[in-house]
């Protein structure tokens, strides 16, 4: 017995890292258009570095990204190459909305994705799209302060509104937010928040995470409203968080470092305020103002399933001597003496995998499904441009033997994972091209040089075996 049948193998991208055609099709700008790649762009991806606009000193990779804008034939040809059973990716907000706030949407934005799926169905994959995966208008965030005003919630249903009824027949599964933690690690890149000096950043943050919250249930209700067999699903950033000993402190610790991120998926799942976040934002004085209407709404409308992105475990320590953190990740960590890491210093623990599924299964008891996992990494080609990437392979071979594990013996009910990234595309942390994930390597650096060329790598042809023999076959 392995996984189920209709499993659904595939890979994932977002609209802001590799589209491109930042100012084509009617769309309007981004708060993911103006966050630069180097040393600001931490500062501004978490909301304490105001960049609304571009400048001449910085460059900005989401302009052009790899251009998939012009090159989305070619490149689902090759997924498709690949057998392909799905495809993850998002909507620009931007461009069915140019300002997030108009009536009425632009209908070349709406025709671009449109082409986009009927392109994915000529080859029987299916999409898995994303609502939002990072992106917000910008005349959202500069004339409404983005998800921390109420309005957020309204002109997002607008465009489920639209989405849903415009794709029905072409989309059935469906994600709200991606990576809904991430709001509170970079609250701009996740959304849109910038902070003013002297505000409190961490009431800031719940209350818009609230709004999203809010609107992830309407947009669940509209789904099902308008097409019975839409599925929808949340999705988070996840890793179980491993005590860094068997002291009862460090376990505490790691058990709250933990609810921090379930606390998202809690209200989703589960349709309600957890206790322990409702004592810990009173205690604090943080509980976010709710409308009339708010429980109603998330009590009635929680979600299909429970998508997750995965690349490491974390660690915590309640010990102040214990304190060496993990490098090039938002989501810094405790390091942990018994894992290997990336060159990004993304930690390597393909065991946590299950370990994480496990815990998510647990927890809520409906059907998971892992739509990010890879190795961002330096890829050399040869002289003939070809890309030997046996390390990838070894990661994502390690990877899908446990998440097998979780499937098999453990009775996990997994709908299907994909990769990140099948296509190498502009880095959401830290805005490089050089860190790259792909199946399929593209002609394009740090500084935006390159033919955009596409040309596969010797995983390409290890991950159409693995989907072809439905993960038995990963040698
Ligand atoms: C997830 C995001 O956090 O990780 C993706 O959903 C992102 O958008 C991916 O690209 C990998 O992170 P990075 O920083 O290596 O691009």
Redesign the pocket.
């Known amino acids: 017995m392995g996984f189920r049948k209709d499993f659904l193998w595939g890979g994932a991208t977002?609209a802001n890292?590799c589209e491109g055609g930042y100012n084509e099709g009617g769309r309007g700008l981004a708060n993911v258009d103006v966050s630069p790649v180097g040393k600001d762009r931490f500062a501004v991806i978490a909301g304490k570095m105001k960049m609304f606009d571009f400048d001449d000193e910085h460059f900005y990779p989401a302009k052009e990204a790899i251009d998939m804008y012009h090159h989305f034939r070619e490149d689902i040809k090759l997924f498709a190459e690949m057998g392909f059973k799905t495809y993850r990716c998002s909507i620009a907000w931007s461009r069915i909305f140019p300002n997030g706030d108009e009536t009425e949407p632009n209908e070349e934005g709406l025709k671009f994705y449109e082409e986009l799926f009927k392109e994915c169905h000529k080859y029987g994959i299916e999409p898995l799209v994303t609502i939002t995966?990072?992106d917000c208008p910008m005349h959202l965030v500069t004339e409404y302060g983005a998800w921390r005003n109420r309005k957020l919630v309204g002109f997002y249903e607008n465009l489920c509104n639209v989405i849903f009824r415009r794709y029905k027949g072409l989309v059935k599964y469906w994600l709200t937010f991606?990576?809904i933690n991430?709001i509170l690690h970079a609250p701009f890149m996740g959304a849109g928040l910038y902070f003013e000096e002297g505000e409190d950043e961490e009431k800031i943050k719940y209350q818009a995470a609230h709004h999203e919250l809010v609107a992830s249930a309407i947009a669940t209700k509209i789904a099902h409203e308008v097409d019975p067999n839409n599925m929808v699903g949340c999705m988070l950033?996840a890793g179980q968080t491993y005590p860094y000993s068997c002291h009862p402190n460090d376990v505490w610790k790691g058990m709250n470092a933990d609810r921090e991120n379930y606390f998202f998926i809690d209200v989703q799942s589960r349709g309600q305020y957890p206790k322990y976040a409702i004592k810990e934002m009173e205690r604090k004085g943080i509980m976010p103002v709710m409308e009339e209407g708010d429980l109603e709404l998330l009590k009635n409308h929680t979600v299909d399933f429970i998508s997750f992105?995965y690349?490491s475990s974390r660690c915590a320590s309640a010990d102040p001597e214990v304190n060496k953190l993990t490098e090039g990740n938002?989501f810094a960590s405790l390091k942990n003496p018994y894992l290997d890491a990336s060159e990004?210093g993304?930690q390597i623990d393909p065991l946590g995998l299950r370990i994480t599924m496990n815990t998510l299964y647990d927890r809520y008891q409906k059907p998971l499904f892992i739509v990010?996992n890879?190795l961002?990494a330096i890829d050399t080609p040869d002289e003939n441009g070809y890309v030997k990437d046996d390390y990838r392979i070894d990661y994502l071979r390690a990877h899908i033997k446990a998440m097998r594990d979780a499937v098999v013996e453990d009775g996990v009910d997994l709908l299907g994972y994909t990769t990140?990234?099948p296509i190498d595309?502009?880095?959401?942390?830290?805005g490089e091209m050089k860190?790259r994930?792909g199946f399929i390597y593209v002609d394009r650096d740090n500084e935006g040089n390159g033919t955009l060329k596409r040309s596969k790598k010797k995983s390409f042809d290890w991950y159409k075996k693995v989907i072809a023999s439905n993960g038995e076959d990963l040698e």
């Open positions: 977002a890292q995966h990072f991606n990576e991430m950033a992105s690349y938002i990004w993304w990010e890879g961002g990140w990234g595309l502009v880095s959401a942390g830290t860190k994930y």
